[in-house]
């Protein structure tokens, strides 16, 4: 099957409420069925495990053998309508067939998809979603199935706080190589237990390949598919709640991809990623060296391609058009709306704004007019290896939110984006002394506490959902490993003075940038600030007096644990049940975060140097919400409906610094020149 991609917005299938409060992602949830969570754990981990194979669990089996999806189809809030509409497709043979390929760019597989989990962010109660999810479970595309499912679980009011297993283990073959799959397929068929060793796409032939670990690392995959899950592109409000300042975290999340990749690449003498230009050539291919499930290879992209139009999805001109309109806005101050009127970008909104028009989401004011930058370029890029369908390639990595990381082309789309925004940014007026200090506010001293040290360790992870079950062949432990980024625990020293008689309450705010460029040449402050890595935020009270706070590298509100194995998952879940215990998985409930472990850039062995700077802000000022100081868990992008602080994104950096004085004139701020070593430590486990 050929994936033709044809973009457009796709309107929800009806309107809902939704009803409690919200967590800390941004959405309202609720948990009133009295389910106990290890329950709907089970249920989960059993609707994904060896999603292409029958039901492996025997209550769920019989709901999808014996559930009347019609009986109860009155009971949802919008009458029907959506499982009605879902059934029809399903009688008229129009849903996905399954053993194809789904990707979230194709509006038809898309539509579907969104159909799906529609019913089951509507459903009441437990017994009716896993109905539901059961039911379509054996009649869908396993890997449609697979994104409704994680949509919905993302956002139902039923499943608070049930964990997500990871993509990886899910859907093994889109993140190992062929070869190793082979292996495994061995191993399965001769009954042998294995561990495979797994290294990165290609060879040191390609300067690429020394940031390899970087781009194919599964858990910054699972931190960008878990990113577009909790803020997709098909939202609109009528599937629940508003999504708060979407467009910005959209720009937030990809400017720190890139400024995440460039120090990488400095790390390892490489030049920053160069930007994307639509009438230029692309010259980094690309070999994924995996496969589909069902044996369609992940297209190849050869080196110094000329991009090209792509037969059925769209030409060149529509990029560029796009983008002139998008840079008129940007140089007028205003979007024109969808009936003509304009609005003004010029303040801290204008960045939400634009951020839903260049992705497009639905909350685009004008999408007919500025089109789909994003989603479109990433296609059309994708597609480059074979753009008039010569071959009838599969979607491209581009196409899937588990694998767009992995490609060079992702992050020269996302620099060229970027300078975009970058623009708009530039055109609003600098922060000025007095919107920059706090009063009575001075820093003492910043220092780091241990050594910021990288090391690659091997990880393992399963491959049983990878290879299929044969009633004469018992199952066995298959996995592979592969050498991830970690770095050394340390902690962040910060004195702060409060020359208040009262206390005060203050964001803490820490960010660092690589000293210099690839050439040698310190970055001047209003370069380096644009390529500021956010370590962390976080909110203290201050005393009268002098204030030593201590942050642990663990501690940080950037990251995340890594989320548990599926395996792990089942073992906790069963447990609990089995003894009638609660399950506690509330550390693991967001996987949005980037990894704790990439928490800093992996540096190099003579020391590469950072300029980290501290500021703290006025927290009152700061807050969006009650309580700052209790936030323990991830709400980098949300707290209860709203974000935690009303600050924009990369605050106080964000804006174009002429002069680097008035930074240096405040007591609120401070900087200072550290250094993160890797010494080629590789710690193996097998």
Known sequence: MKVLVVFALVAAASAFPFIGDYDQSGFQRDESDGVALAQKQHDINFLFYKVYEPLHDTKLKDLADNFNPEAKASNFPDGGIAIQKLLKELKDHHLEERGDFFTVFNCTQREQAMMLANVLMQCQDWTIFTSYAAYFRQRMNEEEF??????????????????????????????????????????????????????????QNNPEYRVAYFT????????????????????????????????????????QLNNRFDAERLSNHLHVVEKLHWDKTLHEGFHPHTSYKYGHRFPIRDDYVHIQDVDNVA?????????????????????????????????????????????????SPNADYYGSLNN?????????????????EAPSVLEHYETATRDPAFYQLHKYIDDLFRKHKDRLPPYNKEELEFQGVAINSINIDGTLETYLEDYEYSLVNAVDDKDEVENVDISTFMPRLMHKDFSFNIDIMNNNDAEVLATIRIFAWPLRDSNGVIFPFNEGRWHAIELDRFWKTLTPGNNHIVR????????????????????????????????????FVSATGLPNRLLIPKGNEAGMEFKLVVAVTDGTADAAIDNLETLTKFHHYGYKGVYPDKKPHGYPLDRRVPDERV?????????????????DQHIQHH
């Open 146 to 203: 697979v994104y409704a499912m994680y949509a919905a679980v993302a956002h139902s009011p039923l499943t608070r706080n049930v964990v997500l297993p990871p993509m990886y283990e899910i859907m093994p073959h889109f993140y190992t190589s062929s070869e190793v799959l082979q292996q495994a397929y061995k191993a399965k068929m001769t009954a042998k237990p294995g561990k495979f060793p797994m290294d990165f796409t290609g060879t």
């Open 216 to 255: 194919e690392d599964i858990g910054l995959s699972t931190h960008y598919l878990n990113w577009h899950i909790d803020y997709p592109f098909w939202w609109n409000d009528t599937f629940g709640s508003h999504i708060e300042r979407k467009g910005e975290t959209f720009f937030w999340v990809h400017h």
């Open 315 to 363: 030409e060149v001109y529509d990029l560029m058009m796009m983008d002139q309109r998008i840079r008129d806005a940007i140089a007028h101050g205003y979007i024109t709306d969808k009936d003509g009127s304009k609005v003004d970008i010029m303040n801290e909104q204008g960045i939400d704004i634009l951020g839903n028009i260049i992705e497009s989401s639905m909350y």
């Open 376 to 392: 479109l370029g990433q296609v059309l890029l994708g597609h480059q290896g074979d753009p008039h369908d010569k071959y009838h």
């Open 552 to 587: 642990k590298s663990v501690e940080s509100t950037v990251t995340v644990p890594d989320v548990p194995s599926i395996k792990t998952l089942q073992d906790m879940t069963e447990a609990a049940l089995n003894g009638g215990t609660e399950l506690h998985l509330e550390q």
């Open 663 to 679: 930074f240096h004139e405040i007591p609120n701020f401070a900087e200072t020149i550290v250094k993160v070593y890797n010494h």
